[in-house]
């Protein structure tokens, strides 16, 4: 079965630092890599997919990940954070051509200071 | 429109009863999910359904049951219910065909507090 880690289950940050959360995963086939956001009190959001192609994958509000299949590891970056990007976020898993739903790790609760 | 919509958005009760969450989706998937997460925040996927096939979590207690009258609703439903059962759960929903695989939509979320 798959699994993911993510490493850092509390972020602190000030505006406009880089931010960088780590997401591990373990499984020995093709799988689909997905960043969700949980912004307090709201439902998951997804930030950005991969599931083919180039590695690098931009998604909303300027967050990007680079899958790295030799690290099996799917790290979301974003160069200069702000305080509503304040949130939950997770890492998650699909095998390919899986139907049996997302595995998440879990959650790295990012916290911006104004 | 609301892609994945659930009701209710907060449902309090007492141990032993048995309660329905309803999951609604307008987006024309064929492939809908439960999930629970618990209070620190972890989510775990409880069952996906197709037409064609119910996926259990085998951690899931067979006090849990997943109803779908038609391909656009996953109802859950909860026998005596216990109080680890507190928790918010989410309906997901995506297209899942053969090899192919996309991203998955997220209801609300219902939160569930057993007293």
């Known amino acids: 079965a798959q699994s993911v880690s993510q490493h850092n289950h509390h972020v602190i940050l000030s505006e406009a630092a880089s931010l960088e959360l780590g997401c591990n995963y373990s499984?020995?086939?093709?799988?689909?890599l997905f960043w969700y956001v949980q912004y307090p009190g709201q439902h998951l959001q997804l930030l950005l997919k991969?599931?083919?192609?180039?590695?690098l994958v931009k998604g909303i509000k300027g967050f990007e990940a680079e899958f790295i299949k030799s690290k099996f590891s799917f790290n979301l970056r974003k160069p200069s954070v702000q305080w509503s990007d304040t949130a939950e976020y997770f890492c998650a898993v699909l095998p390919g051509g899986g139907a049996d739903g997302l595995t998440f790790g879990k959650g790295t609760h990012l916290i911006i200071q104004p | 429109d609301t892609a994945v919509s659930q009701t209710p958005k907060y449902l309090v009760t007492q141990m032993g009863n048995d309660k329905s969450i309803k999951c609604e989706q307008n987006l024309g998937h064929d492939t809908m999910y439960w999930y629970k997460q618990d209070s620190k925040k972890f989510l775990k996927i409880m069952f996906s359904?197709?037409?064609?096939?119910?996926?259990i979590n085998e951690t899931v207690p067979n006090r849990f049951s997943p109803k779908s009258p038609d391909k656009a609703h996953l109802n859950l439903h909860i026998n005596s219910l216990e109080l680890g059962d507190s928790a918010v759960y989410f309906c997901a929903s995506s297209q899942h065909s053969g090899w192919a695989a996309y991203e998955q939509y997220f209801g609300p979320g219902t939160r569930l507090t057993v007293t």
């Open positions: 359904y197709n037409n064609k096939e119910l996926i």
């Open positions: 499984y020995g086939g093709t799988v689909n």
């Open positions: 991969y599931f083919s192609g180039d590695p």
